[in-house]
C-alpha cells in the first residue's frame, strides 16, 4: 500500500529556512514521480515542484524558483524540499504527491501535509 508521510513544517521567520521530508512506503521513489503541492488558507492548491522517474529531471513554479530545491534519497526512500529565503507568502500547508501508471490508468496518492508558516 502506497503511503507519504510528511515532516518537517514549522514557524519560520522571513528569510530563513525549513527542509520538507516525505518518507514513502510501498514503492520505490525512484519508480514515481514525486511532487510537492502547497494550499495557503482560502487558496487553491498549486504545484511547488516536481522530479520526475526515472530521469530525475525537476521543476519549479516561477515564485520558488532559485529558492526552493526538490530532491530524492533513494537509500532513505524519501523526498525532500529544501527551502531558502522563505517569505511570508510561502506559507500554506505543504503536501507530498506521486503518481505513477497502474493497468494503464492514472494512480496517485497524497500524504496528510505538513503546515509551514512563514512569519515574524
Known amino acids: 500500500q502506497v503511503q507519504l508521510v510528511e515532516s518537517g513544517g514549522g514557524l519560520v521567520q522571513p528569510g530563513g529556512s525549513l527542509r520538507l521530508s516525505c518518507a514513502a512506503s510501498?514503492?520505490?521513489?525512484?519508480?514515481?514521480?514525486m511532487s510537492w503541492y502547497r494550499q495557503a488558507l482560502g487558496g487553491e492548491r498549486e504545484l511547488v515542484a516536481s522530479?520526475?522517474?526515472?530521469?530525475?529531471?525537476?521543476n519549479y513554479a516561477d515564485s520558488v524558483k532559485g529558492r526552493f530545491t526538490i530532491s530524492r534519497d533513494n537509500a532513505e526512500n524519501t523526498v525532500s524540499l529544501q527551502m531558502n529565503t522563505l517569505k511570508p507568502e510561502d506559507t500554506a500547508v505543504y503536501y507530498c504527491?506521486?503518481?505513477?501508471?497502474?493497468?494503464?490508468?492514472?494512480?496517485?496518492?497524497w500524504g496528510q501535509g505538513t503546515q509551514v508558516t512563514v512569519s515574524s
Open positions: 504527491y506521486s503518481e505513477w501508471s497502474c493497468s494503464g490508468l492514472r494512480c496517485y496518492s
Open positions: 510501498g514503492f520505490a521513489v525512484n519508480s514515481h514521480a
Open positions: 522530479i520526475a522517474s526515472p530521469s530525475g529531471r525537476t
